[in-house]
């Protein structure tokens, strides 16, 4: 497996480089484009955005028919990576949870009546989206086979009624994909619905309050009482709603890894230019072999990640659901960041503590990454099915 980038996905991923140097760190620098979410606010976000586009730097998972650059998810590794350098940079080019997720789903399994009604305005940015899956106890979290939520169906219609909470996005999003059970097959009980925000029958019931910083619309609430959506909006099939999940969750966890791994580095890279002028007792603080160590096993660790996750993408664009290799990467690199921002706000003292670097906005950030799109636990859980099930097999080569 050779990770080399073609010389076109080389290009790309210098020239998204410079438009966050240029572009999108200078915005996260002022105090002012910071909303009460602490994320950037919308009218601040549409002018670089509209550079991003014209730059060709746009939805780099998207078909180029909507406006996107399609392409594979090796290119995607690199590319998100350097557009998290900044906080607000994979916002900046469209490639950010949970639109980044929804776009990839539908790319692949929407109608094109459904591409065109549901898709094409989030690869052009017009509108935003949000994924409904996960409901309060003792509904469905981890296990989508404990989904309460129930899509009735009624002549042309489904009639949905249920609760979710958590729903990233939600609050300001247009389109919505919604999974429901419709039947009790383990198997084929759960269908993904389409509908938009402008429908009756549901309401976001509150946004819920979080350690924080918040993606833009939070996340929320949501109560359904009698959302009715016509049978054109199903997506893919009646009782394809775990497929639908897993078409559409591997890749996702597998992009959070690759902005993850931007900030580790962002972390490392505020580090390390503080330690290089502080001094101390006679001594800078990049002298000290103590330091060397600190920053020595970050930057282990993020190598670790980084090839943990170009494997999986790599798995992925064969064509392989690169279940282990997504889990692999996913816990490893959750792990990373979290330590990587812990480090580095250690290096800089009171000041990383502090709001004058984001190294304590990338600090929370990252204590969630344990937890989203599976909890590392799950995960572990998964490897260790896969190893019992494989035998010394788990580890073939190729």
């Known amino acids: 497996m050779d ?7 080389e290009d790309i991923r210098l020239r998204v480089r410079a438009f966050i140097e240029k572009e999108v760190l200078p915005l996260e620098a002022d105090p002012q484009n910071f909303s009460e979410h602490e994320n950037i ?15 060709g730097l746009w ?4 078909p180029k028919e909507f406006g996107g650059m399609a392409l594979p998810i090796v290119a995607w590794a690199a590319i998100y990576e350097e557009a998290a350098r900044s906080i607000f940079g994979p916002l900046a080019i469209n490639c950010m949870a949970p639109d980044d997720g929804n776009m990839n789903l539908l790319s692949k399994v929407g109608t094109p009546a459904q591409k065109e009604w549901f898709l094409r305005p989030i690869v052009e940015g017009k509108v935003r989206s949000s994924f409904v899956m996960t409901e309060p106890h003792p509904g469905s979290g981890s296990d989508p086979g404990m989904m309460l939520t129930r899509a009735e169906k009624k002549n042309d219609r489904y009639v949905i009624r249920g609760r979710k909470w958590f729903i990233t996005g939600a609050d300001g999003a247009a389109h919505f994909i919604l999974i429901a059970r419709t039947s009790d097959d383990a198997r084929r009980g759960l269908t993904a619905f389409l509908y938009h925000k402008g429908q009756p029958g549901w309401r976001i019931v509150r946004r819920i309050p979080i350690m924080g910083p918040e993606e833009h619309g939070g996340h929320c609430e949501l109560e359904f009482d009698g959302l009715e959506v016509p049978m054109e909006n199903v997506l893919m099939n009646e009782g394809d709603g775990l497929r639908v999940t897993q078409i559409r969750l591997g890749p996702a966890r597998l992009t959070h890894c690759m902005r993850w791994l931007g900030w580790a580095k962002r972390c490392m890279e505020i580090a390390q230019d503080y330690v290089a002028k502080r001094e ?5 603080l990049a002298d000290r072999e103590s330091i060397q160590i600190k920053l020595g096993e970050v930057a282990h660790q993020i190598e670790i990640g980084r090839l943990l996750t170009m494997h999986a993408a790599w798995k992925l664009d064969q064509g392989s659901r690169a279940r282990k290799e ?7 690199v959750a792990d990373t960041l979290h330590n990587a921002a812990d480090v580095a706000i250690q290096l800089n003292g009171a000041r990383g503590y502090s709001k004058d670097t984001i190294l304590e906005w990338i600090y929370r950030a990252a204590r969630a990454a344990r937890l989203v799109d599976g909890a590392s636990e799950v995960h572990k859980m998964v490897l260790a099915r896969f190893m019992r099930e494989e035998g010394r097999d788990f580890w073939r080569w190729g």
């Open 3 to 9: 990770f080399t980038l073609s010389s076109e996905h």
């Open 41 to 55: 606010p919308e009218e601040r976000l549409k002018p670089v955005r509209e550079k991003a586009k014209k730059a």
């Open 59 to 62: 939805a780099p998972q998207s």
């Open 280 to 284: 101390g007792f006679g001594i800078k």
């Open 326 to 332: 997504v889990s692999m990467a996913k816990v490893s």
